[in-house]
T-cell receptor
Framework: DTEVTQTPKHLVMGMTNKKSLKCEQH?????MYWYKQKAKKPPELMFVYSYEKLSINESVPSRFSPECPNSSLLNLHLHALQPEDSALYLC??????????FGQGTRLTVV | QKEVEQDPGPLSVPEGAIVSLNCTYS??????FMWYRQYSRKGPELLMYTYSSGNKEDGRFTAQVDKSSKYISLFIRDSQPSDSATYLCAMSATGTASKLTFGTGTRLQVTL
């Protein structure tokens, strides 16, 4: 099973809302990632968790707050987003130095 | 100069053609190379993964890595309309939970 599951698939939120994106994998991977992808652009790394600890934060605004409750779960908490934050948010997982597997993404629209 | 260069296309080929997709890179520390296929509004799907130099074949797909030239390729044989998608190369250096550096993606259209 090489599946990374993301929920919800679609999300529309107002600029004052608080919402969370969820990601789950059961491949025993110890690294999990959040990427942001705008239309016709490659994914851009936001955060990396390695062994449930935040190891990379690519200078992402504080309105995005990641959380890794355990080795299988990854959350991205959203608060006070801007319309320009509308994008496809992708979760991925990997073992160290191996290929990364992506979920199908959450398509976020901020209104 | 970008770390990874990839022709954005679009690349249009007839069904049954052999497709060649390429990326060049500048960072000699890259050792792990991946090709992803991404359909519109979906997440990237891993097609091929190669460590260091060499060739790897999986069905209609062949990945080649030439580290001396800093050049990687993906060949698709007997292309099908279902292969129409954006193809992203990605690579990473050593270390745990390394960040992937992506090419811009090549949009491929296979016509009937």
């Amino acid at each position: 099973d090489t599946e990374v599951t993301q929920t919800p698939k679609h999300l529309v939120m107002g600029m004052t809302n608080k919402k969370s994106l969820k990601c789950e994998q059961h491949m025993g991977h110890r690294a999990m990632y959040w990427y942001k992808q705008k239309a016709k652009k490659p994914p851009e790394l936001m955060f990396v968790y390695s062994y449930e600890k935040l190891s990379i934060n690519e200078s992402v605004p504080s309105r995005f707050s990641p959380e890794c409750p355990n080795s299988s779960l990854l959350n991205l908490h959203l608060h006070a987003l801007q319309p320009e934050d509308s994008a496809l948010y992708l979760c991925a997982s990997s073992q160290a130095n191996t290929e990364a597997f992506f979920g199908q993404g959450t398509r976020l629209t901020v209104v | 100069q970008k770390e990874v260069e990839q022709d954005p296309g679009p690349l249009s080929v007839p069904e049954g053609a052999i497709v060649s997709l390429n990326c060049t890179y500048s960072n000699s520390a890259f050792q792990y190379f991946m090709w992803y296929r991404q359909y519109s509004r979906k997440g990237p799907e891993l097609l091929m993964y190669t460590y260091s130099s060499g060739n790897k074949e999986d069905g209609r797909f062949t990945a080649q890595v030439d580290k001396s030239s800093k050049y990687i390729s993906l060949f698709i044989r007997d292309s099908q309309p279902s292969d129409s998608a954006t193809y992203l190369c990605a690579m990473s250096a050593t270390g745990t939970a390394s960040k992937l550096t992506f090419g811009t993606g090549t949009r491929l259209q296979v016509t009937l």
